[in-house]
C-alpha cells in the first residue's frame, strides 16, 4: 500500500532531550516536506527537501534540522526541545514540488 | 508569500445539506490541492485542481484560476464529513518552496 509512514504517533518529552520523529515513503517520490499545526495557526512548512541531498528551510525551520540521505527516509530533527515546540507535526510527500501531496498520521509531540 | 484565505472558517449543517466551501488567493497559483482532516486528525487529499471542475462522489471541485479563487461543493453531507476542509496552492510566479495552505474551514455535521 502506498503510504507515507510516521513514527511515533504520540510523544511526551523534556525540555532540552533530543529526539528523531521518522518519516518514510514508499511511493519513490521525490518531493518531501514537514509541517507543524497550531490552533488557529493552519499549517506551516518547516523544511522540505526536493531530492537526495537536497533540503531547504520552509517558513519555520528554527530549532529543527532535517537529512535525506536516502530518497525514500526524511527524518525530522529536534536537538533541543522546547516547550514552544508542542505541536502536531505532519510528514509529506508528492512526486515532485507542486504534484498531488500525501501526508502521514501526524505526530503530536508535547515538551514540558 | 501568497496569502490564502478560506470561508466560512466555521460551518454547521444538518446530515443532507448541501456545503459550499471557497478558497481566495493573494496571487496567481497552480497546483490547487483541497485536503480533509478528519476528526482522528488524519490528512487526506481530496482534489487536485489547478484548473477546471473535477467530481468525486458527492464531493466536486471548481477552479477559476484566472480569478484567484476555487470553490469545494459536498453534497448530501454525512456525518463522516465532519472535520476540516484546507485548500493549498503554488505560487505560479517561480521560486515557491511548496504549498501554501489556507487556515481552514471547519465543518460539523449534525445526525
Known amino acids: 500500500e502506498a503510504q507515507v509512514t510516521q513514527n511515533p504517533r504520540y510523544l511526551i518529552t523534556v525540555t532540552g532531550k533530543k529526539l528523531t520523529v521518522t518519516c518514510s515513503q514508499n511511493?519513490?517520490?521525490?518531493?518531501m516536506s514537514w509541517y507543524r499545526q497550531d490552533p488557529g495557526l493552519g499549517l506551516r512548512q518547516i523544511y522540505y527537501?526536493?531530492?537526495?541531498?537536497?533540503?531547504d528551510k520552509g517558513d519555520v525551520p528554527e530549532g529543527y534540522k532535517v537529512s535525506r540521505k536516502e530518497k525514500r527516509n526524511f527524518p525530522l530533527i529536534l536537538e533541543s526541545p522546547s516547550p514552544n515546540q508542542t505541536s502536531l507535526y505532519f510528514c509529506?510527500?508528492?512526486?515532485?514540488?507542486?504534484?498531488?501531496?500525501?501526508f502521514g498520521n501526524g505526530t503530536r509531540l508535547t515538551v514540558t | 508569500g501568497i496569502q490564502v484565505e478560506q470561508s466560512p472558517p466555521d460551518l454547521i449543517l444538518q446530515e443532507g445539506a448541501n456545503s459550499t466551501l471557497r478558497c481566495n488567493f493573494s496571487?496567481?497559483?497552480?497546483?490547487l490541492q483541497w485536503f480533509h482532516q478528519n476528526p482522528w486528525g488524519q490528512l487526506i487529499n481530496l482534489f487536485y485542481?489547478?484548473?477546471g471542475t473535477k467530481q468525486n462522489g458527492r464531493l466536486s471541485a471548481t477552479t477559476v484560476a484566472t480569478e484567484r479563487y476555487s470553490l469545494l461543493y459536498i453534497s448530501s453531507s454525512q456525518t463522516t464529513d465532519s472535520g476540516v476542509y484546507f485548500c493549498?496552492?503554488?505560487?505560479?510566479?517561480?521560486?515557491?518552496?511548496?504549498?501554501?495552505f489556507g487556515k481552514g474551514t471547519h465543518l460539523i455535521i449534525q445526525p
Open positions: 509529506a510527500s508528492s512526486l515532485k514540488i507542486g504534484s498531488p501531496l500525501h
Open positions: 511511493m519513490n517520490h521525490e518531493y
Open positions: 527537501s526536493m531530492n537526495v541531498e537536497v533540503t
Open positions: 496571487d496567481s497559483v497552480n497546483n
Open positions: 485542481i489547478p484548473s
Open positions: 493549498a496552492g503554488m505560487y505560479s510566479g517561480g521560486g515557491a518552496d511548496g504549498l501554501t
